[in-house]
């Protein structure tokens, strides 16, 4: 059973581009979490989905940033015209349905650097 | 809203014991949980108390005091793999399942 995919595990923009990030939950799992993580920082929420639903997205900057969870394939986490300041390791975590989130699977996450 | 405090650094040598503190305010929540993060590296779960009291899973145990707002993770017989960055974690049960993490403390463990 494969653990939490996060592709890729690093990506490099240029102001203005726009960063796409994937994420594919453990399988059996229709929870799915994205965090972001400043250096020496913790991880600080995102937002929250479930299949085709976003379900808690008050760590979302506003502006800019938009996820999808879609019934078929992974979750994709968007950053329209990147800035430097959105340079972070990006982390998605999955859990099963039905529970209170006892534990989160994380992937290795993605480092976006834009330069 | 929630808020953990833990400190930034702890430093101590191998074989010792050491325990990292999270004071903690949430208005409910399920459970504290602990997670180990290595450089570069993805969180990894360590422990979970839904209850008060002392949970142990081998070297490592983690403490839970609702009416203190307080928790700590021990670790003991420490060894150099061990250093990382342990971050004490709250799952909110105000709807939705997202976990709210501290800033992380980051143990430096010597020879």
């Known amino acids: 059973n494969a653990g939490v995919m996060q592709n890729p595990r690093h990506l490099v923009r240029r102001r203005g581009q726009e960063a796409r990030l994937r994420c594919s939950p453990m399988?059996?799992?229709?929870?799915v979490y994205w965090y972001r993580q400043l250096p020496e920082e913790g991880l600080k929420f995102m937002v929250y989905?479930?299949?085709?639903?976003?379900?808690?997205e008050s760590g979302m900057p506003k502006e800019r940033f938009s996820a999808e969870f879609p019934k078929e394939g992974p979750s994709i986490l968007r950053i329209q015209q990147v800035v430097r300041g959105d340079s972070a390791a990006y982390f998605c975590?999955?859990?099963?349905?039905?529970?209170?989130?006892?534990?989160?699977?994380f992937g290795q996450g993605t480092r976006l650097t834009v330069v | 809203g929630q808020s953990l405090e833990q400190p930034s650094e702890v430093t101590a040598v191998e074989g010792a014991i050491v325990q990292i503190n999270c004071t903690y305010q949430?208005?409910?929540?399920?459970?504290l949980s602990w997670y180990q993060q290595h450089d570069g590296g993805a969180p990894t779960f360590l422990s979970y108390?839904?209850?008060?009291g002392l949970e142990e899973t081998g070297r490592f145990s983690s403490f839970l005091s609702r009416s203190d707002s307080y928790g700590y993770l021990l670790l003991q017989e420490l060894q150099m793999k061990d250093s990382a960055s342990y971050f004490c974690?709250?799952?909110?049960?105000?709807?939705?399942?997202?976990?709210?993490f501290g800033a992380g403390t980051r143990l430096f463990v010597k020879a």
């Open positions: 975590a999955s859990s099963p349905a039905g529970t209170e989130n006892t534990e989160a699977f």
């Open positions: 399988k059996g799992h229709s929870h």
């Open positions: 989905l479930q299949k085709e639903n976003i379900i808690d």
């Open positions: 949430t208005s409910g929540f399920y459970g």
């Open positions: 108390n839904a209850l008060d």
């Open positions: 974690a709250v799952s909110p049960n105000t709807g939705g399942f997202k976990t709210i």
